[in-house]
């Protein structure tokens, strides 16, 4: 059984259809911890009711990023995780706690990266004049939104849409990508290897 960590600051849909995903599918893993950097992250009553650890480091408690991201590693290593997933976590984070999850922590991104990284991402895609939008997961690297993609999904941006339209057409699929490309890894038909992604699918 591989442990998963899945980190939160909101809502936690993308957490939640990971949890039900693992549950339904029967992968061989187990949500270890829902962890969440906001004590009020919405998500967090869904991974209690479901039985899954819960833990909240809240960032406002620290006054440097590296005393936050030194007490969320030590809090997120106490479930011995082979996989930390980053679902709607809203936190930079420095480059010794990218480092120490190397290989084994991924991040979905709403957007068809390398296209609009960064915050507002409908909003980008409407103002560019986007025909196109979607949801990327990929492994977590030093630079923000950039490292080696595992997996993406695209929308028709439609005449009309709102950001918050084509955000909700979007999360309709990353609710189907995350929990595919999660599961591909807990199966070890992904990894990294120096950089390079090595996907097997059988
Ligand atoms: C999602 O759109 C995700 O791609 C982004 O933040 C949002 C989080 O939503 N990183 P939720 O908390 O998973 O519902």
């Known amino acids: 059984m591989k442990n998963i960590v899945i980190l939160i600051s909101g809502r936690g849909s993308n957490m939640e259809a990971i949890v039900r995903a693992a549950q339904a599918e029967k992968w061989p893993a187990r949500i270890a911890a829902v962890i969440a ?3 009020d992250a919405g998500g967090l009553a869904f991974a209690a009711q479901h039985g899954i650890p819960t833990a909240v480091v809240s960032n406002k408690e620290f006054s440097t990023r590296e005393a936050f991201d030194a007490e969320l590693q030590k809090t997120i290593d106490k479930f011995a ?3 930390v997933v980053l679902a709607g976590f809203m936190r930079i984070l420095t480059a010794g706690f990218v480092e120490h999850y190397a290989g084994r922590m991924l991040n979905i991104h709403p957007s068809l990266l390398p296209k609009f990284p960064g915050l507002h991402t409908h909003e980008q895609a409407l103002e560019a004049g986007e025909t196109e939008h979607g949801a990327t997961v990929h492994f977590v690297t030093a630079q923000l939104d950039h490292g080696p993609v595992l997996g993406q999904v695209a929308v028709p941006v439609l005449p009309g849409d709102t950001p918050d339209s084509l955000a ?11 929990p595919r490309v999660v599961r591909q890894f807990v199966e070890g ?3 990294i290897n120096e950089g390079v992604v090595r996907i097997n699918e059988h």
């Not at 909700?168 to 995350?178: I, N, S």
């Open 189 to 191: 038909h992904v990894g």
């Open 37 to 39: 950097n906001k004590p």
């Open 81 to 83: 995780p082979d996989l």
């Open 168 to 178: 909700a057409r979007v999360l309709v699929e990353e609710h189907k990508l995350y």
